[in-house]
């Protein structure tokens, strides 16, 4: 079992920056891709990016290539997602996630989910 918890989100202009963090507790994150996602009103949850385990492998979204970075802190057990150059299409809830396996665009596949933490872009 393994329980993930964001943090980070928060209120930033548009051209900001964050950094959202995906803390994980009960086993190793180093064992598992991690994925992040994001929820906006009125839409589907949709892939932002993913970090393979061991952060052998990263990939984006197209929306975000370019302007997201995400990365892993094995020995702290959390993954970053890094957030610059924001507009008002990246406000959304933000979730993290877990995979077992080696990570993909799709949530299905997702074993572990964290509860979100809200960014919001104000233009």
């Known amino acids: 079992q393994v329980r993930l918890v964001e943090s980070g989100g928060g209120l930033v202009q548009a051209g900001g920056s964050l950094r959202l963090s995906c803390a994980a507790s009960g086993r190793s994150i180093s064992r598992f891709a991690v994925g992040w996602f994001r929820q906006a009103p009125g839409k589907e949850r949709e892939f932002v990016a993913l970090i393979g385990w061991s952060g052998g492998t990263t990939s984006y979204a197209d929306s975000v290539r370019g302007r997201f970075s995400i990365s892993g802190d094995n020995a702290k057990d959390t993954v970053y997602l890094q957030m610059n150059s924001l507009n008002a299409e990246d406000t959304a809830v933000y979730y993290c996630?877990?995979?077992?396996?080696?990570?993909?665009?799709?949530?299905?596949?997702?074993?572990?989910w964290g509860q979100g933490t809200q960014v919001t872009v104000s233009s």
């Open positions: 996630a877990a995979d077992r396996g080696q990570g993909s665009g799709y949530q299905f596949e997702y074993d572990y």
